[in-house]
């Protein structure tokens, strides 16, 4: 642990992440790629993280291009289901954040261009209609990027109403902006949609958040993986779309990306019987 981390305010928090697949009939030649793993970072330390599989798989991890810690296995014996189980403790921190600052001019500048250009540009998940951005204009372009992000994130909350299971994880920005519902993916896809059309780069994040702000130590929070945004103004900096709250010791980053693509907990292909999800299971465990 890093030294003096845990007098800084933050949560000691202890994650369950039970997730998979079941088939029709036999699979085989199955290939899977699981981004579970906290990431180790200024505001974080992972104390301790292990991920189970059933049934058991060879497997080998590497970090992937947006700096992911990822975990691979193998299945080649023919099975039913697959369970995946990640298991992780993770003390935050409330240190401050450094700001960044750069002016919306600079963000315009090419080097910032060249430099973030993945994160400046639409996904098929993230492109919004041109008459969102003319609307979200008139309320930005003579803002900095800081506010211009709040004002982003204030917006998105405006425009969605959050609703479980109105979506699924293919659904667009485009098409949660068109129902009007969504959840924090949603939500984080069309914020990233909006700060990219109005040139401040933004990139995705999926992790976890102890839904009890108020929560004690001993007390175990039920929920799913949660998603926000971090805007680059010199410095990346996170906004919570979903909840319009801090992004703070409750939240544990896991991955980032372009968007849900990049950053998502469990991914595979494999030969045999149509499959169905498990469904997710998640409980986060305040220690203190």
Request: proline share 7%; glycine share 10%; net charge negative.
């Amino acid at each position: 642990m890093t030294p003096g981390f845990g007098s800084m305010g933050g949560w000691r928090l202890h994650i369950v992440h039970e997730t998979g697949f079941a088939y029709d009939g036999e699979a085989r030649a199955s290939y899977n790629e699981a981004r579970l793993t906290p990431l180790m970072l200024p505001t974080q330390s992972v104390l301790a993280a292990d991920l189970r599989v059933r049934p058991s798989a060879a497997r080998w991890g590497y970090a992937d291009y947006w700096g992911n810690d990822v975990i691979t296995f193998q299945l080649d014996e023919p099975h039913h289901d697959l369970k995946v189980t990640a298991e992780s403790t993770v003390e935050t921190s409330t240190a401050p954040r450094p700001r960044g600052a750069l002016s919306r001019a600079d963000l315009a500048g090419q080097d910032i261009i060249d430099q973030m250009d993945e994160l400046l540009a639409w996904t098929p998940r993230t492109a919004v209609p041109s008459a969102a951005l003319e609307e979200l204009g008139s309320l930005t372009s003579a803002l900095d990027p800081h506010d211009a992000a709040t004002v982003v994130g204030e917006h998105v909350r405006s425009k969605l109403t959050y609703t479980p299971g109105a979506t699924g994880v293919q659904t667009s920005a485009l098409e949660a902006l068109e129902v009007g519902h969504g959840v924090c993916q949603d939500f984080t896809h069309l914020a990233l949609g909006l700060l990219r059309g109005i040139g401040i780069p933004a990139r995705y994040v999926s992790g976890y958040l102890h839904p009890d702000e108020a929560a004690e130590p001993g007390e175990t929070g039920v929920g799913e993986s949660h998603a926000w945004f971090e805007y680059f103004a010199g410095a990346w900096n996170p906004i919570d779309p979903t909840n319009g709250s801090p992004v703070g010791p409750r939240h544990v980053v896991v991955a980032r990306g372009r968007d849900y693509v990049d950053a998502a907990p469990l991914t595979g292909i494999y030969h045999g019987a149509p499959a169905s999800a498990l469904g997710v299971s998640v409980t986060i465990t305040r220690i203190r």
